[in-house]
């Protein structure tokens, strides 16, 4: 499940929150640097603060590489909500969700919440029909507690590009409706 090694010219690594550079089989940030990364966003100077610093571009990609310099995708940096100072994977409440029979579909996000910071919603695209109170019964054998989505929203599908990438806008806006 690799993607490889960096090519010729690139130099990855991988980086803690604090920057520090993490060895193999640790996960982090994918950060690379090289004569072909980017130098900028054109006309976008916050864009380009974000993701560059001294000379490394950020991917916002989370991974890690193994003893030999493979590298292995394990997530994006974006996709992590923060419930009450726990680092929780979207991807990982997602998996669970899929692991259940009834669910075809699933994707997670992070929304604001006063207690704990922020809390997972969960939206699902069913395979047949089930309860959402049984929908949480189930997940509840597969993931902690704090993981569990505030809210999970039963929807006919889950909006996508031509190539796949989930339209995240228009599920907040789904939620936005129902709230």
Do not use: W
């Not at 550079?21 to 966003?41: A, D, N, Q």
């Not at 409440?93 to 929304?111: F, H, K, S, T």
């Not at 949480?136 to 031509?162: C, F, G, H, Q, W």
Request: charged content about 30%.
């Amino acid at each position: 499940n690799t993607v490889g090694r960096p090519p010729g010219g690139i130099s990855g690594k991988i980086l803690s929150s604090e920057e520090r550079e993490l060895g193999p089989f640790e996960k982090g940030e994918i950060v690379v640097s090289g004569s072909t990364v980017m130098l900028r966003y054109k006309n976008q100077p916050r864009e380009t603060q974000k993701c560059l610093n001294e000379g490394r571009f950020h991917t916002g990609d989370l991974g890690y590489l193994d003893n030999d310099g493979f590298l292995f995708l394990t997530g994006r940096l974006k996709d992590i909500i923060n419930v009450g100072g726990r680092k929780l994977s979207a991807k990982e409440v997602v998996v669970a969700l899929q692991n259940l029979e009834e669910v075809d579909e699933a994707y997670v996000i992070g929304i604001p919440d006063e207690l704990s910071g922020e809390s997972p919603i969960a939206f699902v695209k069913l395979k047949r029909p089930i309860t959402v109170d049984l929908i949480r019964k189930n997940l509840a054998t597969l993931i902690e507690s704090y993981k569990m989505p505030k809210d999970i929203l039963i929807v006919n599908d889950i909006p996508r590009s031509e190539t796949g990438k989930v339209f995240r806008s228009q599920l907040e806006q789904l939620l936005e409706e129902r709230c």
